[in-house]
């Protein structure tokens, strides 16, 4: 296994829920997949779980080194949660044309957040 690359990303609960309650659908549909919102907003702390999947987003972003440039859009990268609960990133678009190119074929995620935190980091690896 080669490390292509990893990111990390830290975000404020309170600044997501701010934004959340400020421009609702606009901004969950911009920046999050239907099954994002869906598993997100059933839990019982929805907003450090959309958090920690905005968190993850950009540190996916981070370990490709490219940042929002490019044609990237937020739903790019879906972070949803296998049957065991962890967190699994799947990409397409813009996002899996450059991990293509860099020869990344596995994003391994760990998300957390406690009190006014989510952070999120991801390593990218090819086989």
């Not at 968190?55 to 044609?71: D, I, M, N, Q, R």
């Not at 990237?72 to 996002?95: E, T």
Request: some cysteine; charged content about 25%; glycine content about 8%.
């Amino acid at each position: 296994m080669k490390v292509i690359g990893i990111g990390l990303d830290l975000v404020s609960i309170p600044r997501i829920r701010a934004m959340t309650e400020r421009w609702r659908d606009q901004f969950l549909t911009r920046l999050f997949t239907e099954a994002e919102r869906d598993y997100c907003l059933r839990r019982a702390a929805p907003y450090a779980s959309l958090a920690a999947r905005f968190a993850a987003k950009e540190a996916v972003l981070k370990a490709l080194g490219t940042g929002w440039t490019g044609g990237i859009r937020w739903v790019d990268i879906q972070v949803i949660n296998d049957q065991s609960g962890k967190p699994v990133a799947h990409v397409s678009g813009r996002v899996q044309e450059i991990m293509a190119g860099l020869g990344a074929t596995r994003i391994h995620l760990s998300l957390a957040h406690e009190a006014d935190y989510a952070i999120a980091e991801a390593m990218l690896t090819a086989d």
